[in-house]
């Protein structure tokens, strides 16, 4: 098992960096997985101290818009996030024909959802070079 993917991370600045991944690149991740346009965002507490992530989940005719506390694991938000994206229904982006299959990661086993992950998460680096390459470096 990939342990990025299973430890329960405190706070959003400690998952990215035990991820290696940026913000940017964990909305990308969940786009992927849940094959469905995603927004995220960092949501701060009155304290300041402690942090949550806002997920915005769309769908052919709604959005819903979930916070996440910590501490958390990217498999507990992928699993949570999978849920909102279920209730919702398919999504199809041009909203005709058939919406692209996405697995239930309600009902897969942790090692699979991990692979997933994986798969997804070399996608996403994928995107970031092209994308880095297009821009000249950033």
């Known amino acids: 098992m990939d342990a990025r993917f299973e430890t329960e991370f405190d706070d959003v600045e400690e998952l990215l960096i035990g991820v290696d991944i940026e913000l940017d690149d964990l909305e990308t991740l969940l786009m992927v997985l849940l094959a469905r346009p995603v927004g995220i965002d960092e949501a701060c507490e009155d304290d300041a101290a402690s942090t949550s992530l806002e997920v915005t989940i769309s769908g052919n005719k709604s959005a819903t818009r979930s ?72």
């Open 67 to 138: 916070t996440y506390e910590f501490p958390t694991s990217v498999i507990q938000l992928v699993r949570s996030c999978a849920q909102s994206a279920r209730e919702l229904g398919a999504y199809n982006a041009n909203d005709v024909g058939l919406a692209e299959e996405v697995p239930d990661f309600l009902k897969m086993a942790g090692p699979a959802v991990v692979t997933r992950l994986q798969q997804a998460l070399g996608q996403v680096r994928l995107f970031s070079m092209i994308e880095d390459d297009e821009s000249g470096g950033r």
